[in-house]
């Protein structure tokens, strides 16, 4: 089973009401398919990814362009409608013997996203549920927004490879945070990283 990866959170900021954890600004990442094959989308044990409850119709209505690139298991589980997880307050993603998304397909060897291929080709509008965009970083609420920095063990390579890229975690999901809080958010929060010297 997986674990996430030991950090030690410093200090928060406080950008328009969401609270983020400053690892965000600091912590070297980028993702390193080629050695972790796509991990986050594997990983056994637990649930899937976290759902917002607005995103199940949107994910609907992909499923007939995705259905083409999937294993025969998953399109039983999507045609079945038994794709959707947990409450009706707090859905998640169905995974396969506990352990690909449901929404997995294998690219030499890597595991990707169906929903997120057929985005890129133009064939559909949703990329996939916000949860996975923005992975490493993790969104909890209380009374407002707070981003936190929670890495997997399977995330080594990816930190590795933000050190030599200079990337860190902000650079690394900027198109999820616009995606998320906007364009000026992002651009408040990489100010205050800049200020930072991070």
């Avoid at 499923?63 to 690139?69: S, V």
């Avoid at 690909?100 to 509008?125: H, P, Q, W």
């Avoid at 063990?153 to 902000?170: L, T, Y």
Wanted: aromatic share 10%; net charge negative; with cysteine.
């Amino acid at each position: 089973m997986h674990q996430a990866y030991s950090l030690t959170l410093d200090a928060m900021i406080l950008i328009d009401s969401i609270l983020m954890d400053e690892a965000i600004i600091h912590e070297h990442f980028s993702c390193d398919l080629q050695a972790c094959k796509g991990a986050c989308c594997t990983l056994s044990g637990g649930e899937g990814a976290p759902l917002d409850a607005r995103e199940i119709p949107q994910i609907e209505e992909t499923i007939p362009f995705i259905l083409p690139y999937l294993t025969n298991e998953s399109k039983e589980v999507l045609q079945t409608k038994s794709w959707v997880g947990g409450t009706p307050e707090e859905p998640f993603v169905s995974c396969i013997d506990d352990a690909d998304c449901v929404f997995v397909y294998r690219e030499n060897g890597i595991a990707k996203c169906a929903m997120e291929k057929a985005f890129l080709e133009g064939k559909t509008s949703f990329r996939k549920p916000l949860s996975c965009h923005l992975f490493p970083i993790r969104v909890r609420n209380f009374g407002g927004d707070f981003l936190s920095f929670q890495p997997f063990d399977e995330c080594k390579p990816a930190m590795e490879h933000g050190k030599r890229q200079h990337a860190v975690v902000i650079d690394s999901v900027r198109e999820a945070l616009i995606r998320a809080y906007g364009q000026n958010w992002y651009e408040q929060a990489h100010e205050y990283m800049n200020q930072e010297g991070a």
